[in-house]
């Protein structure tokens, strides 16, 4: 099992506008290792940005105001070594 906590502080960039916050996100991967005969194996489930979505871009009155998020997702893995 392992933790990752990151933490950003709030920037801006051409202006007031494009304002970002500090973003706080943590990320998480559980993962068991087995063999399938000879093979080593592992299985793992990882949730990224646990702690909900943020604002990785942002872009202001120049743009059309559009935010680009980083959205929570969880995903499984399978690595075979052969």
């Not at 979505?53 to 995903?75: I, V």
Request: aromatic fraction near 12%; proline fraction near 4%.
């Amino acid at each position: 099992m392992s933790l990752m906590y990151h933490a950003i502080g709030a920037m801006t960039w051409g202006g007031r506008e494009d304002a970002l916050p500090r973003i706080h996100r943590l990320d998480a991967r559980l993962a068991k290792p087995f063999r399938i005969g000879s093979t080593k194996a592992e299985a793992a489930f990882v949730v990224q940005a646990a702690n909900g979505s943020y604002p990785e871009y942002q872009q202001g009155a120049a743009g059309n105001g559009a935010n680009f998020m980083f959205e929570r997702r969880a995903f499984g893995t399978l690595r075979l070594e052969f």
